[in-house]
Each structure stands twice: as C-alpha cells, then as structure tokens.
C-alpha cells in the first residue's frame, strides 16, 4: 500500500529559527495537507495543496506540492514557542475521497 | 472549516465492555470517517461512513469490533466492542469540506 516517509521525527530548535520538514511518498498523491496536533486535541488543518508546484503561505508557514506529485514540504518561519506540537503530513490518492495517507509525524520542541 | 464534535472526549473503560463514540459535524456532509491514534503514532483510517450504507472498512478493521452508524448527513458513531488493553487509543472521527479533511478533538480511551 502507499506509504509515507516523513522526516524528520523531531526537532528541538531555539526561538526565532527557520523550521523545515518534508514528506515523500511511494507513489502519486492529488492532494497535499499539512496538519498539526497539539496534546490531547485533534489534528487542525494548516495548509491544504491541490496542484504540483503549488506553493502556498499561511502566516508564517509556507507549504509546497512537489513537481513529481510525491512530495511535500512545509517551512515554519521566525519560530515561537507556540508551534511546539506534532506536524502531520496527509496525502489523498485520486479517487480516494476522504482517504488519508498520514505521515508518522514531526514533533517540534522549541526553546524560548 | 468545518466544527466537528466528538464525544466522549476521553474514557477509561473495562476490558470486555465495548464503548460507542460520538461525532457531530456542524453541516451536512457526505462521508464521515474514523481514525484511530495510537499512543506516540499517526492517524490510521478505520472506515469510511456513508449515509444510506454500510460503512467501508480498511484492512485490519472489521465491523464486529467497530461497528458504526451514520443516521444522517450530521452525525456517526464508532463503536468498539469486546475491548482489550491494545484498543487503548485516540480514537477520531472526520469529515470533508471541499477537498479539505476536519477533525473532531478525538476521544482517549483507555482500557484497564
């Protein structure tokens, strides 16, 4: 079946720094999503892609769908102390509604 | 987005018993999903709830052990059934807007 490789697993970096995490996959994904999930909540939709080269910015955070259709990144600009979380990346297959492909994740710790 | 409500929002539960969970979107929509979370891992998709059908389950789920409803165009429940310490999960239910996935805020179980 599809997986997803995302990477890194973790991130401790101090306040202010520039953040990138990125997802691969094994085969073609239409949609890219970027979710975070915070401590005893559910994931909160960040950013959403839809084309290949779509670059998309929400605030500080900037997402890209690669031109391969396999790939995805997301960049945290100018970190707070409130991004501290868990990064989700999710790809949907054409065809699939609803279906998501999760990556295991990214937890970021940042230090004031 | 979309507002997604689960409930109960966390349970310690007997092994043997079966707990139903509920989920409550604040618009109609066609498909509804469940998720489970394992402790420290990503989102893995149980089924997908249609209304009007049964619901469609992924390899490894099966519906005697997650039984679900979907009365109407706002609501679902998951239920799982005969519980063992290894169903100790967030459990999540979801729901698209556009080409866009929501979570509710999960529901913790834990069985003793």
């Known amino acids: 079946g599809q997986q997803l490789n995302q990477s890194p697993q973790s991130m401790f970096i101090q306040e202010g720094e520039d953040v990138s995490m990125n997802c691969t996959s094994s085969?073609?994904?239409?949609?890219w999503l970027w979710y975070k999930q915070d401590p005893g909540e559910g994931p909160v939709l960040l950013i959403a892609?839809?084309?290949?080269?779509e670059l998309t910015s929400n605030g500080r955070l900037t997402a890209q769908f690669g031109i391969t259709r396999k790939d995805s990144f997301l960049n945290i600009s100018a970190s707070i102390p409130s991004d501290v979380g868990i990064y989700f990346c999710?790809?949907?297959?054409?065809?699939?509604?609803?279906?998501?492909?999760f990556g295991k994740g990214t937890k970021l710790s940042v230090k004031p | 987005s979309a507002v997604i409500s689960q409930k109960p929002s966390r349970d310690i539960c007997q092994r043997g018993t079966s707990l139903t969970i509920q989920c409550q979107v604040d618009?109609?929509?066609?498909?509804m999903f469940w998720y489970r979370q394992q402790p420290g891992q990503s989102l893995t998709l149980i089924a997908t709830?249609?209304?009007?059908?049964?619901?469609?389950?992924e390899s490894g789920f099966v519906i005697d052990k997650f039984p679900i409803s979907r009365p109407n165009l706002t609501f679902s429940t998951l239920t799982v059934s005969n519980m063992s310490p290894e169903d100790s999960s967030i459990y999540l239910c979801?729901?698209?807007?556009?080409?866009?996935?929501?979570f509710g805020q999960g529901t913790r179980l834990t069985v003793v």
């Open positions: 709830a249609n209304q009007g059908s049964e619901a469609t389950y």
């Open positions: 892609l839809y084309k290949a080269g």
């Open positions: 999710a790809g949907q297959a054409r065809g699939s509604q609803g279906n998501l492909i």
């Open positions: 085969s073609i994904f239409n949609t």
């Open positions: 979801s729901a698209d807007r556009g080409m866009e996935a929501f």
């Open positions: 618009s109609q929509v066609t498909m």
